[in-house]
């Protein structure tokens, strides 16, 4: 119960806070709390990085770590389940049930640890803090975090969906979490179309909101005039992506290859680290790139700024994996663009959502990097082209991806969420 006069509480629930790769959601948080809302973090896993982005020193939210790892904290998070149970026995039959019905479609275990994680987070994490309502971010572990704590609780939940946790989930679990969420929200509208479609026959709200980024943030240090300047060899190209599959990297360095053999000079940075490291960089060494392409592994927002500022050209492969997975719109494509420096990347998902005629960058089919070369060449060559591109793509990032007016949209959504939660006798 909320003490008298006091504001109902957001609580958030996250894969692991904070991470370097989802700015996008500390400039959420952040921002929420700009705009009056308390939030409490509840994170799945502890930090990976052992630095992060100046916005998260900014964020005043409280933050609990659930349980990580099952076997060594397992008596723990049995007896706070235990005596949960004995506590609200028809709220955790409910629960459990449920738990069974969704391990017998996918034979998982990690949904038993969900439904003990979410045990120990309304038994020993809930109790006065205030949490009128739960949003996570994410639609697979987190989400279900969510729905378990959410029936143990009593609270209403609902989630962020964004890309992996979409084409990678079971699309009957992903439905079932839909229909029992009081909203769902995604960024992009290719992503609103197939969840909308997974769950047709269920009423629940599914929105559509960008993340955008901070516009003044990505246009420091730059002007229309000294973005659109005419590059010189040996051109300056820059990737800032995750190790990862989806971000299509032989792709990108396949291009450089391409321009290589065409006597075009270049220098490429690659800022980013992941599990796909060692093959990243064994396809660096097998097309004899290494010479051309610095490597930095993964870098603050300080240092991927001054990189923004010298680049020329930003290249980006994305396609979708053999597992399904797939990029929504990567933020730093948005970045670049608000930079002055225009892109060159693939028609995958919701990509054509951001760069669309000629406004930011060109597009080119993905896997293809002669296409991809050939686009980058007339970008770097065709100061015409160049000019009218970065024009277009930085207003259209200041009209439509300014997360300062973005977030008013979600945070409509959940002082609504909020306000009914508190209504209720």
């Excluded at 994170?43 to 916005?55: G, I």
């Excluded at 609990?64 to 004995?86: C, F, G, I, S």
């Excluded at 080119?364 to 060449?377: K, Y």
């Excluded at 100061?383 to 207003?395: E, P, T």
Aim: aromatic share 6%; charged share 20%.
């Amino acid at each position: 119960m909320l003490k008298s006069g006091r504001r109902p509480v957001l609580g958030m629930i996250l894969k692991g806070y904070p991470r370097i790769s989802e700015t996008f959601i500390s400039n959420e948080i952040l921002l929420l709390e700009q705009l009056g809302f308390r939030v409490h973090i509840f994170s799945m896993r502890r930090p990976r990085e052992t630095f992060s982005h100046a916005n998260v020193r900014r964020i005043e939210a409280a933050v609990d770590y659930l349980p990580e790892r099952m076997l060594p904290k397992l008596p723990q998070l049995v007896r706070e389940n235990l005596l949960l149970a004995a506590q609200a026995p028809f709220r955790y039959r409910q629960a459990l049930k449920m738990a069974c019905t969704r391990f017998l479609r996918t034979r998982r275990s990690a949904t038993l640890k969900h439904l003990l994680q979410a045990g120990f987070l309304v038994r020993r994490l809930l109790p006065g803090s205030g949490v009128a309502h739960l949003h996570a971010h994410f639609a697979h572990s987190p989400t279900s975090v969510a729905l378990f704590a959410g029936l143990l609780g009593g609270l209403p939940f609902s989630f962020t969906a964004h890309a992996k946790d979409i084409y990678t989930s079971h699309p009957q679990q992903l439905a079932e979490k839909i229909a029992r969420a009081r909203f769902v929200v995604t960024c992009t509208r290719y992503n609103r179309r197939y969840l909308q479609r997974l769950a047709s026959t269920c009423r629940t709200p599914i929105d559509c909101v960008y993340h955008g980024i901070d516009v003044r943030r990505f246009s420091a240090g730059t002007s229309p005039v000294a973005g659109a300047a005419r590059p010189h060899s040996p051109y300056r190209l820059l990737t800032v992506a995750r190790l990862t599959p989806k971000k299509g990297l032989p792709t990108v360095f396949k291009t450089l290859a391409w321009l290589r053999a065409r006597s075009v000079p270049f220098e490429h940075v690659l800022i980013g680290d992941g599990e796909a490291r060692a093959e990243t960089l064994g396809h660096l060494r097998s097309l004899q790139l290494e010479s051309a392409v610095r490597w930095l592994g993964t870098q603050p927002h300080d240092v991927v700024l001054k990189h923004y500022r010298r680049a020329d050209l930003f290249l980006l492969g994305c396609e979708v994996a053999a597992n399904g997975d797939r990029d929504g719109i990567p933020n730093v494509l948005l970045e670049s663009m608000a930079m002055g420096v225009p892109v060159v990347a693939t028609r995958v998902s919701a990509i054509p959502e951001l760069v669309q005629d000629q406004a930011g960058g060109l597009l080119v089919a993905p896997r293809n990097p002669a296409e991809m070369g050939s686009a980058a060449l007339r970008l770097l060559t065709d100061h015409g082209l160049r000019q009218r591109v970065i024009a277009r793509g930085r207003q259209r990032v200041r009209q439509h991806f300014d997360n300062r007016l973005l977030i008013r949209n979600l945070a409509q959504r959940f002082r609504t969420a909020l306000a009914e939660t508190c209504s209720v006798p």
